[in-house]
């Protein structure tokens, strides 16, 4: 929990407060995202999925990976729609999941490795922004996968930082795949992180569990009013957590006492919205070529071939 301890210390006694949104997902958190994705007003993962099922067999005849690295893995639900489109389902084919929950890993590569006979499952359990040096050499042409948008989640040097690192993980010939939301009418947005059955307030609440387990805290979840609202200047959406009165908390393993007042938030998340020149730009800066871009009917999600 060293991680933990040093990003609780440097976030939650600077201005404005925040968590980096990477301590959602414990065992609880991801199942509550896994509820989000299935919501009516979620139409990320739905639209992504829609691209997917349009053009992953496309998509994998142009790639041919034998190593698909996949950064922020969660549940492995994702790139079963890379595996289901291989032309030659049999060769091998090396998986390396990058996630910070191990028991949700463990069960994903359990289920895959059940369902695809071809399939070897190397995890790597970590967090993608620092511990991209332990994905194990490529066996064969790699094909590297940031789906689900949580590019968006990153400021742009941490971004920039990180598509340095992932260039760093390809040869020539492979090849980057990225999820992007895209930026579109601000009720639309919106109303997919303010959802009517409040899970989005329950998953962002759960970042304050999380702290309490890992630094013996206090934090009382239930005291923090959810907030998300759309940035136009900045394109992009932000959580808060915001206490209808003043919250006085206590990080015992790491001897913090933290005030946090009504007039104050911890933010929880960034989620950047991009264009298509805005992401091409950020590809080119990090020295990654864009190659296709995919987007649904409705130009609300899009995924970008890089190398």
Request: glycine residues 8%; without cysteine.
């Given at each position: 929990?060293?991680?933990?301890?040093?990003?609780?210390?440097?976030?939650?006694?600077?201005?404005?407060?925040?968590?980096?949104?990477?301590?959602?997902?414990?065992?609880?958190?991801?199942?509550?995202?896994?509820?989000?994705?299935?919501?009516?007003?979620?139409?990320?993962?739905?639209?992504?999925?829609?691209?997917?099922?349009?053009?992953?067999?496309?998509?994998?005849?142009?790639?041919?990976?034998?190593?698909?690295?996949?950064?922020?893995?969660?549940?492995?639900?994702?790139?079963?729609?890379?595996?289901?489109?291989?032309?030659?389902?049999?060769?091998?084919?090396?998986?390396?999941?990058?996630?910070?929950?191990?028991?949700?890993?463990?069960?994903?590569?359990?289920?895959?490795?059940?369902?695809?006979?071809?399939?070897?499952?190397?995890?790597?359990?970590?967090?993608?922004?620092?511990?991209?040096?332990?994905?194990?050499?490529?066996?064969?042409?790699?094909?590297?996968?940031?789906?689900?948008?949580?590019?968006?989640?990153?400021?742009?040097?941490?971004?920039?930082?990180?598509?340095?690192?992932?260039?760093?993980?390809?040869?020539?010939?492979?090849?980057?795949?990225?999820?992007?939301?895209?930026?579109?009418?601000?009720?639309?947005?919106?109303?997919?992180?303010?959802d009517v059955a409040g899970v989005t307030r329950e998953f962002n609440r759960n970042v304050l569990?999380?702290?309490?387990?890992?630094?013996?805290?206090?934090?009382?979840?239930?005291?923090?009013?959810?907030?998300?609202?759309?940035?136009?200047?900045?394109?992009?959406?932000?959580?808060?957590?915001?206490?209808?009165?003043?919250?006085?908390?206590?990080?015992?393993?790491?001897?913090?006492?933290?005030?946090?007042?009504?007039?104050?938030?911890?933010?929880?998340?960034?989620?950047?919205?991009?264009?298509?020149?805005?992401?091409?730009?950020?590809?080119?800066?990090?020295?990654?070529?864009?190659?296709?871009?995919?987007?649904?009917?409705?130009?609300?999600?899009?995924?970008?071939?890089?190398?």
């Open positions: 929990m060293k991680a933990l301890a040093a990003d609780a210390l440097r976030g939650l006694t600077t201005f404005p407060k925040s968590l980096p949104p990477k301590y959602f997902y414990d065992a609880v958190g991801s199942a509550l995202f896994e509820r989000i994705t299935g919501l009516p007003e979620y139409y990320l993962t739905r639209t992504e999925e829609e691209i997917l099922a349009a053009r992953a067999r496309e998509l994998m005849r142009e790639v041919d990976p034998r190593d698909i690295v996949e950064l922020g893995a969660g549940s492995g639900t994702k790139v079963r729609r890379l595996l289901d489109a291989r032309h030659d389902a049999r060769a091998p084919l090396r998986y390396v999941p990058v996630d910070v929950d191990a028991e949700t890993m463990a069960a994903a590569a359990r289920r895959l490795l059940r369902d695809y006979a071809a399939l070897h499952v190397h995890g790597v359990v970590g967090d993608f922004e620092r511990h991209l040096v332990h994905v194990p050499p490529a066996q064969g042409r790699r094909l590297v996968v940031f789906l689900g948008s949580t590019v968006g989640n990153l400021d742009p040097p941490a971004r920039h930082e990180l598509f340095i690192q992932v260039r760093g993980l390809l040869r020539p010939g492979d090849r980057v795949l990225l999820g992007m939301d895209l930026v579109k009418e601000r009720g639309v947005i919106e109303a997919a992180y303010n569990r999380v702290v309490n387990r890992g630094l013996d805290g206090d934090f009382r979840p239930e005291a923090f009013r959810h907030h998300a609202f759309f940035n136009e200047d900045a394109s992009r959406i932000e959580m808060h957590l915001v206490p209808p009165a003043r919250q006085t908390v206590h990080l015992r393993a790491i001897g913090l006492t933290v005030e946090v007042s009504p007039h104050e938030s911890i933010w929880t998340e960034s989620s950047y919205k991009f264009t298509r020149a805005s992401a091409g730009a950020m590809l080119a800066a990090a020295g990654l070529a864009p190659l296709a871009w995919y987007t649904d009917a409705g130009e609300r999600f899009a995924l970008a071939l890089a190398g």
